[in-house]
């Protein structure tokens, strides 16, 4: 499983399941994929 973020969003490269288990514990620490996408490339 691996996430690749860019400034116009984010890939996930993995199992669609696995996919869907990290998108959910994303969305539970960050409130917006924007906010997300600044404090994972720092």
């Known amino acids: 499983m691996r996430?690749?973020?860019q400034?116009?969003?984010f890939y996930?490269?993995?199992k669609i399941k696995e996919a869907r288990l990290l998108l959910?514990?994303?969305a539970r620490r960050y409130r917006?994929?924007?906010e997300m996408i600044?404090?994972?490339q720092h």
Do not use: D, F, Q
Request: net charge positive.
């Open 12 to 14: 996930i490269c993995g």
């Open 32 to 34: 917006t994929v924007k």
């Open 3 to 5: 996430v690749y973020t």
């Open 38 to 40: 600044k404090k994972t």
């Open 24 to 26: 959910a514990e994303y």
């Open 7 to 9: 400034t116009n969003g």
